[in-house]
């Protein structure tokens, strides 16, 4: 079985300060990762994903992700945070091959970007 | 719209009664996941359906729920005898393939209230 463990349920951060949400996950095999982000009232937005390779990934609005193997971790950075910023945030895994369409994720964290 | 789209946005009914949720997938998206968002929850996958195959139904919670999908076009979920605990947001998500690592696009969601 495959999980997400997202350990905190709420991140502060002053605007301008750099952010992290932290990742951790559990699948047999190697996983494709993701971060999505979910504003009020809206659905999922897709920020980025690993694949392969290059352990640091960049996606969307200037948010990163490392993929660490050996700590089974992805975590989410910025260097900047913006108040627009303040969201909840969710990681989610799956395994390579058969059954990879199902994603499992984790509970979220909910970022608040302060002023 | 290019986006996934789904109605109603919002659904309050009485216990007892039957709902259909509907998803109108990307098009040319041949891939369509539906997902369940309990209050303070992350996703809990229901069903996956990747073209002409036969659907995977194991996320489905029990009988009571069920899912159609016409070709590669619209979807729809389907609780009967609704009951409290069925109160959550469904989302739907399409890809344009099956599986990871291809990403899954999220539409906003119905939220369902069971009185």
């Known amino acids: 079985a495959q999980s997400v463990a997202q350990p905190e349920d709420q991140v502060n951060v002053a605007e301008g300060n750099p952010l992290t949400v932290k990742c951790t996950y559990s699948v047999s095999g190697n996983p494709y990762l993701f971060w999505y982000v979910q504003y009020p009232n809206r659905g999922l937005q897709f920020l980025l994903k690993?694949?392969?390779?290059?352990?640091l990934v960049k996606g969307s609005y200037g948010f990163e992700a490392e993929f660490n193997k050996s700590q089974t971790s992805f975590h989410l950075k910025k260097p900047s945070a913006l108040v627009s910023d303040s969201a909840l945030y969710f990681c989610?895994?799956?395994?390579?091959?058969?059954?990879?369409?199902?994603?499992?994720f984790g509970k979220g964290t909910k970022l608040s970007v302060i002023p | 719209g290019a986006g996934v789209s789904q109605s109603p946005s919002n659904k309050v009914t009485e216990k007892g009664k039957d709902v259909e949720l509907r998803c109108d997938p990307i098009?040319?998206?041949?891939?369509l996941y539906w997902y369940r968002q309990r209050l303070g929850q992350g996703l809990e996958f229901l069903i996956y359906?990747?073209?002409?195959?036969?659907?995977?139904k194991s996320g489905l919670p029990s009988d009571r729920f069920s899912a159609e999908r016409t070709g590669e076009s619209v979807s729809t979920l389907t609780i009967q005898r609704t009951q409290q605990e069925d109160s959550a947001v469904y989302l739907c998500?399409?890809?344009?393939?099956?599986?990871?690592?291809?990403?899954?696009?999220f539409g906003p969601g119905t939220r369902l209230t069971v009185l």
């Open positions: 098009s040319g998206h041949t891939a």
């Open positions: 998500a399409s890809s344009l393939l099956g599986g990871a690592p291809n990403t899954q696009y």
């Open positions: 690993y694949i392969t390779g290059d352990n």
């Open positions: 359906f990747q073209g002409n195959s036969a659907p995977d």
């Open positions: 989610a895994v799956s395994r390579t091959g058969a059954g990879s369409y199902q994603l499992t």
